[in-house]
């Protein structure tokens, strides 16, 4: 079910699927935490269920609120994240690089986007929507199950280190 017609992103350049940067996301998979545990040929599995597309620089990729339930993996450039303040004022929370993930709260829950993810360089990337989970899912429950738990694993990160920063124990930008 992969987005071959490059709708979710209609005004973006379509890439094609992500079996065209398996070969990238499996280089650097060792590097990407929602990666480790898992072997070549599983990212090729999940790469499969993937599109890809290329963003200019400034470009939302993610708006805070909207809906959406799919996640973007960063192929290259880098993404600031932002989230307004109580006063509406926008702040930065992180920037993204190479390998990190964006949107996997709404592609685990479908509650809407919690912070904007805006291009601070031309990005590559690959999406994977809620919809190729559930069909790999059925394909291959195993793998399925491995990368959620990968996926909230690395939730479980963001969600200790921003506590952390709140509290002012960690002074550190969220990854």
């Known amino acids: 079910m992969t987005d071959t017609s490059g709708r979710i992103y209609p005004n ?26 898992l072997e070549g040929t ?8 993937m599109s890809c597309y290329r963003a200019p620089k400034a470009e939302v990729l993610l708006r805070e609120g909207a809906s959406g339930d799919f996640l973007l993996l960063l192929i290259s450039g880098e993404v ?18 190479r390998g990190m993930t964006l949107g996997e709260m709404s592609l685990i829950d479908g509650a809407p986007r919690f912070a904007s993810c805006v291009a601070n360089t031309e990005v590559e990337f ?20 491995k990368f959620v738990l990968l996926l909230l694993q690395m939730m479980t990160v963001r969600l200790r280190e921003a506590s952390a920063r709140m509290l002012n124990l960690d002074k550190t930008p969220l990854a």
């Not at 350049?13 to 480790?36: C, S």
């Not at 599983?42 to 269920?49: Q, S, T």
């Not at 932002?82 to 926008?90: L, P, S």
């Open 80 to 97: 600031g994240v932002w989230k307004r303040d109580a006063n509406g004022i926008e702040q930065k929370l992180s920037v993204a690089k």
């Open 126 to 145: 690959a999406v994977l929507q809620r919809a190729d989970l559930d069909q790999l899912v059925n394909v291959n429950p195993r793998l399925c199950a």
């Open 12 to 37: 973006l350049e379509f890439l094609g699927p992500g079996t065209r940067f398996a070969k990238d996301i499996v280089a650097f998979m060792n590097e990407v935490p929602m990666f480790q545990g």
């Open 42 to 49: 599983e990212v090729l599995m999940i790469a499969r269920n």
